[in-house]
């Protein structure tokens, strides 16, 4: 396998200049020093308060003064790899590769066979990442879909290894939200590792959490993300401020609020292990103001993606985006334009890492021909994202003096060297129009096809049966700690 992904951006979009960045960056300090961070964990409130922060208990709300949210950020590493299983997937986060994943946690998926929408359970956990794991666009996962025929003390270890039982691409997840869970996780990647320092080498398992916008975050929350930096396995921290709701209506109050909440987060993180690998991670949009909805898809996204980027690289960090994940209820042209708008937005910028591939409705619903359509819109998006290259090769006047006027260059020996680096769809509809009115199909029915026979076809092989049984032992443990 061969991962399709970025790693010679030639193009770029400016969307803040250095002015604005450093106006977004100084309102976001006034904001973490003079209103605050609500971090409702003892023992974050601790740490900042050692550091530094002035923390109010009674609110849980501290604020951090920017000397030291700088100096704690400061430790943060500017680049490091999220490790696969297989180390020739694995993947450098060095601010010159861009990655495709999928996205979670939907919870409804449309039936690959059927074509009915109905509710996620298990097994299509393992059938979204078989798919997934066929697609050279795929990167990484997440876990794209909620397990909700599990128990739910067990339901969010159970997805990730239905996930490493079918692929051995990275995960990184979005369901481990407390403590105990990310206590499991961290035991059950190091059975996959071996043992905990090799984990702490190769970090398998990456872990993104969500803040609380406006300007707060989640007790449990919070203490997996401790939980995870203390084990050395990437951490990130993803806004989802919504302009006019979570969020200020203009775009720049709304970037300074999710800056706020992340920035918090990862000082934080710094704090408790200094060194230890995070990321930004952000999905803003704009709320619906007709409706009061989350869009899924609009300018505001892209814009959103854009500057994002621009501000995870004036801090340094890398930076997980949302950008596939549509508002669109079906695979048709409004998910194609968003899809594609986004990705572009945020590749274009140096996003490292993408999110959403597959998902419908704003991250509810799964389309198994939307994931092989959005791998589809990846392809394109990285074509066009190497620019164009000039040298005495690509000028190509030799051959240019060979052919001569009113010739052809179908025949020259430099149009055979090259004629590969030519991007070729696999789902693209370039046939002629005859032949599509003889048939009148194209590439949604084309995707769901090859969907279907990936899920028919492609088995790849299971984990080993005495690493399931250890990894079933540790969920099972987990969920005793949770009755206890």
């Known amino acids: 396998m061969r991962l399709e992904t970025i790693d010679d951006r030639r193009i770029s979009l400016n969307v803040l200049d250095d002015d604005a960045v450093r106006l977004i960056h100084a309102a976001t300090l006034e904001t973490i020093e003079s209103v605050g961070v609500r971090f409702p964990l003892p023992r974050a409130l601790d740490l900042l308060e050692a550091h530094g922060a002035r923390v109010d208990r009674s609110s849980a709300v501290a604020r951090i003064p920017a000397p030291v949210l700088m100096k704690a950020l400061a430790e943060a590493p500017p680049a490091f790899t999220l490790p696969a299983l297989d180390p020739a997937l694995d993947l450098p986060l060095d601010g010159r590769h861009s990655y495709l994943g999928t996205d979670g946690c939907g919870v409804e998926v449309i039936d690959a066979v059927t074509g009915v929408r109905r509710r996620s359970t298990l097994q299509d956990v393992a059938d979204a990442a078989r798919v997934a794991d066929a697609l050279d666009a795929i990167a ?72 609380v916008s406006p300007l707060a975050h989640e007790g449990g929350s919070l203490e997996a993300g401790l939980v995870a930096a203390e084990a050395g396995l990437p951490i ?7 302009c006019a709701s979570t969020g200020p209506c203009t775009l720049a109050g709304s970037l300074v609020v999710g800056n706020a909440e992340v920035l918090g987060a990862l000082a934080l993180m710094q704090m408790a292990a200094p060194g230890c690998p995070v990321y930004y991670a952000a999905a803003q949009t704009s709320m619906d103001l007709r409706t009061g909805a989350y869009t899924g898809g609009g300018p505001e996204d892209h814009l959103f993606a854009a500057a994002t980027c621009v501000l ?84 190509a006047l030799h051959a240019i003096r060979d052919v001569g006027p009113g010739g052809n260059f179908l025949a020259h020996r430099h149009t055979k060297a090259h004629m590969r680096e030519l991007w070729l769809p696999k789902i693209f509809d370039r046939r002629p129009y005859s032949a599509w009115e ?27 049966g005495r690493l399931q049984a250890e990894l079933q032992r540790i969920i099972q443990g987990a969920a005793a700690d949770r009755a206890a």
């Not at 270890?157 to 692929?167: F, G, Q």
Request: hydrophobic fraction near 45%; glycine fraction near 6%; aromatic fraction near 6%.
């Open 140 to 211: 990484f996962h997440w876990t794209a879909l909620s397990a909700q025929d599990r128990p739910v003390a067990t339901r969010s270890l159970e997805e990730l290894l239905a996930i490493w039982n079918v692929s051995r691409k990275h995960v990184q997840t979005e369901t481990i939200v407390n403590g105990r869970e990310a206590r499991a996780a961290v035991a059950m990647a190091a059975a996959l590792a071996g043992g905990r320092e090799e984990l702490r080498r190769r970090p398998i398992l990456s872990l993104t959490q969500c803040t």
């Open 236 to 242: 990130g921290y993803m806004t989802m401020a919504s």
């Open 312 to 395: 995870a690289d004036f801090y340094k960090v890398p930076l997980s985006m949302g950008a596939f994940a549509t508002g669109a209820k079906e695979a048709d042209w409004q998910c194609a334009l968003d899809n594609a708008l986004a990705a572009f937005a945020a590749a274009v910028n140096g996003a490292d890492m993408l999110l959403g591939a597959g998902l419908l409705h704003g991250s509810r619903i799964l389309a198994y021909e939307m994931l092989v359509m959005d791998a589809e819109i990846w392809s394109l998006v990285r074509t066009m994202c190497r620019g164009i290259e000039v040298s005495d090769e690509t000028l």
């Open 438 to 464: 003889e048939k009148r199909d194209g590439a949604r029915q084309w995707a769901l096809d090859r969907a279907r026979a990936i899920l028919r076809d492609h088995r790849p092989q299971p984990l080993d």
